[in-house]
C-alpha cells in the first residue's frame, strides 16, 4: 500500500469514530481506499501496532467502548431513515457508509488489542506534579523502499535484518553490499522521546535526534557520499579523499571529507557546528569556509560564519545532557517537547530571555522542571501528556 494512502484511511476512519459520518467527498475516498486495498484491515493492523500516526483525533484519550454506542446509535439513525432515493445512484454512497462503518468496528476492535498503552506516565512521589514522564529512549524506524517498515524501537526486532544491516546494542549497522546493482533509498525516521546512532556503510558515524529523519542510499556511488536531514544530527565523517561527504539540510549544504559536526535543521535556517576538520558549507549560492570552532547558518537570506562560544553545544545531546546555553525559553520547551513526548500548553508571553544551564536527558521531566522553575521564574505543571506554562504567582509582600 502506498504510505500516503495508509495515513490517509487512518485519518478518515478516525474522523469518522470522531463525528459519527463524513463529508461526501470523505466517504467516496474511503470506499474508493476500501475497493482498492482489500487487506487494509491487516495494513492498518500494522501501522497502529507500530507507529505514531498524526491524525486530528487521538484515540489514546478515548472512551472507545462509549464511541462505539454512539456510533452504531447514528448508524441506526441513518438505517431507518426514509427516502433512500435508490433511483439517482445515492445508493452507492449508501453502501460506502455501510463498508466504512463496518471497518470502523473492524479499526476499533484492532486498536483495543493491538495498541499497548502508553507506559512512560508514571506517578511523581517528589515534585507534586500530577504525574511525571519518564525519559526518551533508543529506538527508530526504517523505511526500505520496496520493504515492509521495521520498527527499531521493538526490543524483539532481529538483530539481523536485511543484507549488510544490523541492529546491535541499540546502534543500526551498514556493511558495503555485495550486490551493487540493489542500492535502495533508506529514510530513518527518529520520533519523538528516541535518540539513534547509525554507522553508514562507508564508516561515517551518525547520531540522530528526536523528531528527525535521515535519507540516504544503502551504498554510496564512486563521486560522493550524500545525504539528506530534517531535523539534528551528529556526524563523525570517515575519510575518504576522493569521495566528499555531502549533508543537505534545508537551506544548507554541508560538504566534508573527514570531519565531525552538529548540523540542527528543525527551523529552515539550518545551522552548523564543526567542531573537527573543516567545511565547505553552501547556501543561498553563496560558499564559505570554516574550520573547527566555528559554525554557518544563514541570517537575513546571508550566509555567515561565527565562532562557537562552548564547544559543548554541539555535542551535548549526543552525550545525554540538555545544553541550555544562551537559550530563550522556547527553545528550551522545544527541546523537552522533543525527548518526553509532551505537548506544551503556554498560557503566557515567552520573554526572550537567554538562559544558562542544563541537566542530564536520563531524569524525568518532573526533575527538569524543578531546575527550570528556578532557573527560569516560570511555573511549570505536568498534567498526563501536557506541560502547562504559567508565569510564577507573586509573593505577598
Not at 491487516?42 to 491524525?55: G, K, P
Not at 522553575?373 to 507573586?394: A, C, H, S
Request: hydrophobic fraction near 40%.
Amino acid at each position: 500500500m502506498i504510505e500516503t494512502d495508509k495515513i490517509v484511511l487512518a485519518e478518515l476512519a478516525s474522523l469518522l469514530l470522531k463525528d459519527g459520518q463524513l463529508a461526501t467527498a470523505q466517504e467516496n475516498e474511503l470506499k474508493r481506499l476500501l475497493e482498492k486495498y482489500p487487506d487494509a484491515k491487516e495494513s492498518l493492523r500494522y501501522r497502529l501496532a507500530n507507529t505514531d500516526i498524526q491524525v486530528p483525533f487521538d484515540l489514546r484519550n478515548t472512551d472507545l467502548d462509549q464511541e462505539w454506542e454512539i456510533l452504531k446509535t447514528k448508524y441506526n439513525e441513518r438505517k431507518i431513515t426514509p427516502n433512500y432515493r435508490w433511483w439517482n445512484g445515492q445508493w452507492k454512497v449508501r453502501i460506502g457508509v455501510a463498508a466504512a462503518l463496518l471497518l470502523l468496528f473492524t479499526f476499533v476492535w484492532i486498536w483495543k488489542s493491538y495498541v499497548k498503552p502508553i507506559n512512560y506516565l508514571i506517578p511523581d512521589k517528589v515534585y507534586g506534579q500530577k504525574n511525571d514522564v519518564l525519559p526518551g529512549e533508543n529506538g527508530a524506524i526504517l523505511k526500505i523502499k520496496g520493504k515492509d517498515d521495521i520498527n527499531l524501537m521493538n526490543k524483539q526486532v532481529d538483530q539481523s535484518l536485511s543484507q549488510g544491516i544490523e541492529f546491535k546494542n541499540g546502534e543500526l549497522l551498514y556493511a558495503q553490499l555485495k550486490t551493487k546493482e540493489y542500492n535502495p533509498m533508506h529514510t530513518l525516521i527518529v520520533p519523538k522521546r528516541s535518540t539513534i546512532a547509525i554507522t553508514l556503510s562507508d564508516g561515517t558515524r551518525v547520531w540522530v535526534n528526536s523528531e528527525s529523519e535521515l535519507i540516504y542510499n544503502a551504498n554510496f556511488n564512486e563521486k560522493e557520499r550524500k545525504v539528506r536531514l530534517k531535523g539534528e544530527a551528529y556526524f563523525e565523517v570517515a575519510k575518504d579523499a576522493k569521495r566528499p561527504f555531502i549533508v543537505e539540510a534545508n537551506d544548507l549544504s554541508i560538504q566534508a571529507i573527514g570531519t565531525a559536526f552538529d548540523i540542527n535543521s528543525y527551523t529552515q535556517n539550518a545551522k552548523v557546528l564543526l567542531t573537527e576538520g573543516r567545511l565547505k558549507v553552501n547556501g543561498q549560492e553563496k560558499e564559505i569556509f570554516i574550520d573547527a570552532g566555528n559554525g554557518a547558518k544563514m541570517i537575513k537570506n546571508q550566509l555567515v560564519a561565527f565562532p562557537i562560544p562552548d564547544m559543548e553545544e554541539a555535542t551535548a545531546w549526543k552525550d545525554g545532557y540538555f545544553y541550555f546555553e544562551n537559550k530563550t525559553m522556547q527553545q528550551i520547551l522545544d527541546e523537552l517537547s522533543r525527548w518526553y513526548g509532551i505537548k506544551i500548553d503556554s498560557n503566557v508571553s515567552l520573554d526572550k530571555i537567554r538562559y544558562k544551564g542544563g541537566i542530564k536527558r536520563d531524569v524525568t521531566l518532573a526533575e527538569v522542571c524543578n531546575l527550570l522553575k528556578d532557573l527560569t521564574g516560570y511555573q511549570l505543571t505536568i498534567d498526563k501528556e501536557k506541560l502547562i506554562v504559567t508565569n510564577r504567582p507573586k509573593k505577598n509582600k
